[in-house]
């Protein structure tokens, strides 16, 4: 018997409600050319399913098929209804499957994240664990807090420029991957400050910049630290992507995460001094929704963290403290910049 005979999708038409198992009888009729053929694919008599049709055509002010020896076939106002009623059967079959599926899978986890190289493993270990993540991306870290108090993200992965608080809704709960995440230099693969290990900013003074200002606190920081520094350097604006590829071609110099991999035409370095840090946090309305998620978090990270050369080198010659590494800060929250 079909599914369609038990959702009543209904229009109503005078004395009769047209419902989607009336719309599927017509697709079945032009479907098979047959009264005989459609009765029998439904599962029906074919007296119930003429009499059905009848009342159809009657409701809808004319015939829908013209009947014939050979079988049937659509009139105007047949091919008319038919071109509303397909799509229609086959939405509600795709609601119906769409349906039993998550109820057999259970509700997904709405992951929100700012870009991060973590990102693909954090997701893998998720749907390894039993999960399903829907993946949510965003360049602003507010946004995506706000997102997870207003209910429409279940987590969000995060960062915060140091010297610009993030806008933390008072009612999120929040833990530290990393306090402080030193950010590199992303240059020409030919540029002659590639021969050092850590780079002066002063020997990049000369370059042309591009930084996204969208990236929440991004500019702001950039600039203290260019003004601590006592340089000057030319600015463009762009998004990390576009910066890549002017990188590539000697155009400009910009800063990215540590965990940015080399390329043959791109070098990744420290700075010295680590002037410019970030602050890694997971947002989620309860310590139950942080539990599910962080380890996974914390060990995408981790691994991405050792596949990157420049960041390895130096997590092995600062050795950081992290949240992970303190037994007794399992839960490390800010109030900082709490709203």
Not at 286 to 301: I, W
């Amino acid at each position: 018997m079909c599914v369609w005979c038990n959702h009543r999708f209904r229009f109503s038409f005078k004395d009769m409600e047209l419902e989607v198992r009336h719309l599927r009888a017509l697709c079945a009729i032009a479907d098979t050319g047959s009264l005989h053929r459609a009765a029998r694919q439904l599962g029906v008599a074919q007296p119930s399913l003429s009499t059905q049709l009848r009342r159809i055509e009657q409701e809808l002010g004319g015939a829908l098929f013209l009947r014939a020896r050979t079988g049937c076939r659509p009139t105007p106002l047949g091919r008319l209804v038919l071109s509303r009623a397909r799509p229609l059967v086959a939405e509600m079959r795709s609601l119906v499957a769409e349906a039993r599926s998550a109820a057999v899978a259970g509700p997904r986890l709405r992951v929100g994240s700012t870009a991060s190289r973590a990102l693909a493993g954090w997701l893998r270990r998720l749907r390894g664990g039993g999960q399903e993540p829907a993946l949510h991306m965003d360049v602003s870290a507010n946004t995506l807090l706000r997102m997870v108090a207003a209910g429409q993200l279940d987590v969000a992965f995060v960062h915060e420029v140091e010297g610009t608080p993030l806008r933390i809704p008072a009612e999120l709960r929040l833990r530290v991957l990393l306090e402080r995440e030193p950010q590199f230099v992303l240059l020409p693969a030919d540029h002659p400050a590639t021969a050092k290990t850590e780079v002066e900013l002063y020997d990049l003074a000369g370059d042309r910049w591009m930084i996204d200002p969208s990236v929440d606190g991004e500019w702001d920081g950039v600039r203290r630290m260019f003004r601590a520094a006592g340089v000057e350097p030319d600015v463009l604006h762009g998004d990390y992507h576009t910066a890549s590829a002017l990188v590539a071609t000697g155009e400009v110099v910009t800063v990215c995460q540590p965990t940015a991999l080399p390329r043959p035409d791109l070098a990744v370095r420290r700075l010295r001094g680590d002037p410019l840090g970030v602050r890694l946090l997971l947002a989620a309305r309860t310590d139950t929704d942080l539990d599910g998620v962080f380890p996974a978090l914390a060990e995408a990270y981790w691994e991405a963290a050792r596949q990157a050369p420049a960041y390895r080198t130096w997590l092995d010659r600062e050795q950081p403290q992290t949240p992970m590494s303190r037994p007794s800060s399992r839960h490390t929250a800010t109030t900082a910049g709490r709203t």
